[in-house]
């Protein structure tokens, strides 16, 4: 009895630890690559914190909290994310769906409709941004020849205007990032049973009431992802805005996310910018908790 | 013709055995980077150990002409010098470089040599991560104050003593189309472009050139290059006379605005009297003239390389004297050689480095043929400078360099550059009265000064 039990028990030993023992890696990585700083961000955010100097600088107790709080640009870049974030959920969640209902018809050639919308995706965001900069651009640009074509004599500085910048840009983020939504869509569209189809054809249900009343509610979850992850990633927008027009023209589409950058590189100021860091990653967080928290009860009561 | 059997793959190895072998490498790895530590640039950031007493690291921000040209005075260098291992390393020009020279200082691992902007000197000075200078050392090496240009040498002294070693004055000028200023009945009999000075006979010339080109007079950036803007406004606000915009680092605001104002209204009136347009980004200003679109262009020397580069007959000369109030000004900047401040005497290398940065000035025709006004005097009083064309048609515009106010704040592609620029852009294009955009920079200013400053 007691040679087959020995080797079990240490075998069963080991098997405890096998699932730690793989995360062990990942761990180390997500311990000193983002907990790490976490913490640091939020300890930075009680001190004077300079870029210029080593240590941690004076203690500012709530200082730089009240500061930022007190701060007209910190509330005016967290509108101007925000009406990012609007103007690019918005079309990126709806189009997406379009777009994959209008894939999905297709028998023939459905690879290359999927490649096209995907395409983008994969540029970089320095491309998309050159890219852009010479379509948008002023007095030789093609965007502004397109519009005179359809009788505007003095078409919009496409990205020289305080009013159209922003718009501009988001215009820009939704060509280059629908192929990430639309594949999550189309995923979702395989799905939906065969059988689902059928019998509401059966029952006489149209091509636009099937999407309406079929399909579409059968998508929930994946909407609600595709939502979820598409506020998260335009609430942290950066690189594209500080490319094309770096904040300009006077601030209009300045993210929050610059004026960390701003602060913390360009100024060296490194408190200030952990403190408003922090206090974006509360705004995402909220945001992120109240949509789930819709969702969910949303779902209950269906 | 294939063979359509499957050959049989290798035994795959245990796991114990890839782990085992991992480790090795890491140890191996190790080892290397312990004992050969000296070798490597990477195996000395990791161990923080000094590089071999040959090697030179320098570290600059030059890209495009500019960049080439800092390769071909490399070169330069090491051809004489032989026996010494020089590293160059280019950043991305502007705040990203600044704050890689900062860290690695902070971090004790600088390079020896650095290029800086002198508007950004005052700065990093008083942060303590620059090497004091000693007119003693820099004699050895034939660096001596009668040599350099007057103004960047000033502007390279910090609390009395020299910090950095000045390599070029840029300023900000006018560049013009030789052809199109002939139609418009601009030139004198030398080719010279007759006189554009004076509120009046600036506006007179854009608008006489805007009828032969038949687009625009001139251009300059606006969108995205709140910079330029700000050496647009500093430019005429220091020929009206209007002084600094702060002082005591930073802590104090002195802005004069009515001076202000006086600068700001003239700037609206090119936009608003059709002669410049309101809504150009850098790239644009420059094709504007190479196409033929606009006659003049106001931008730095740095983009003599980006024009000539069109093949148009063009000159440049300093930017008109607008307002006559105050002595001749506009906005510049100098780059300069610094030895960011190392952990020891050994890794700091003093000779070596002040060697390379004589040898650098030695090259200073080079550096010259990119745009920039050589600070090194042997070069700039030099026969083959005043043959440089058209080089050498704006060097006089060095000696009316003003360079950005000091502040922490302040200096290239500062957040000051970008809140006076915001705010001169924004009267540029209409949307602000020049009195009310006086009123926004005292203010936005104020709010600059009163934060705590990081050195």
Known sequence: MATTTAPSSTSSRRDRWAGPGMLLPFALFYLVFLV??????????????????????????????????????????????????????????????????????????????????????????????????????????????????????????????????????????????????????????????????????????????????????????????????????????????????????????????????????????????????????????????????????????? | MRDRIPTPSPPAPSRRRVLRGGLALGAAGAATLTLGGCGSTLAQGFTGGAPSPSRLNFWNPFTGGDGERMLAMQDAYRAAHRSTELKSATFLWGNPYYTKLTLSTLGDRPPQVAVVHLSKLPTLAEAGLLTELHTGDLARHGLTEDKFDARPWRKSQFGGAPHAVPLDTHPFVLFFRTDIAEKAGLLDQQGQLADVDGPDAFIDALRAAKEVTGAWGGSVASVKEASMQFRLFWSFYRQVGGGDLVADQGKRVVIDTAAAAEALAYIRRLSQEKVIPANTDGKGAITLLTTGKAGFLMDGVWQALAVQSAKVKFDMRPLPRIFKDAPYACAADSHALVLPKAPTETAQRLDLSLGFIASMLHSSKLWAEGGHVPAWLPTQRSRAYKELVPQSHYATAADGAVYDPAAWYGGAGSTMQNVVGDAVTSVFTGDTSPTAGAARLRRDLRELASRPAPV
Do not use: C
């Not at chain 1, 700083?37 to 909290?65: C, H, M, Q, R, W």
């Not at chain 1, 509330?75 to 777009?99: A, K």
């Not at chain 1, 491309?127 to 919009?156: C, H, N, R």
């Open chain 1, 36 to 302: 790490g700083p976490l913490i640091y961000t939020v300890v930075a955010g009680f001190f004077e914190t300079s870029l210029l100097k080593s240590g941690l600088g004076d203690f500012a107790g709530l200082s730089n909290y009240s500061a930022v709080l007190g701060d007209a640009e910190f509330w005016r870049t967290l509108r101007n994310t925000l009406w990012f974030t609007v103007l690019t959920t918005v079309p990126l969640v709806l189009l997406s769906l379009v777009l994959a209902l209008f894939a999905d018809r297709f028998v023939r050639g459905r690879w290359f409709i999927r490649f096209a919308f995907f395409a983008p995706f994969v540029l970089p965001s320095a491309v998309v941004s050159l890219l852009f900069m010479f379509i948008y651009a002023d007095q030789l640009g093609l965007a502004q020849e397109v519009v005179k074509w359809f009788g505007v004599d003095t078409p919009p500085s496409w990205l020289g205007d305080p009013d159209w910048a922003m718009i501009s840009i988001a215009a820009a983020t939704v060509w280059w990032t629908i192929g990430f939504n639309f594949v999550l869509y189309l995923a979702g569209l395989q799905d939906v049973p065969r059988e689902v189809h059928e019998a509401a054809a059966i029952d006489g249900a149209g091509p636009w009431q099937r999407i309406r009343h079929v399909v579409v509610p059968m998508l929930g979850r994946t909407t609600t992802l595709v939502t979820v992850l598409q506020v998260i990633a335009s609430l942290k927008v950066f690189d594209q805005i500080y490319m094309m027009t770096s904040g300009g023209p006077d601030g209009s589409t300045r993210p929050s996310l610059q004026l960390i950058y701003d602060t913390g590189f360009v100024e060296g100021r490194v408190g200030y910018a952990s403190t408003v860091s922090l206090l974006l990653f509360l705004v995402i967080l909220f945001v992120s908790l109240v949509w789930f928290a819709l969702v969910r009860r949303a779902e209950k009561e269906n």
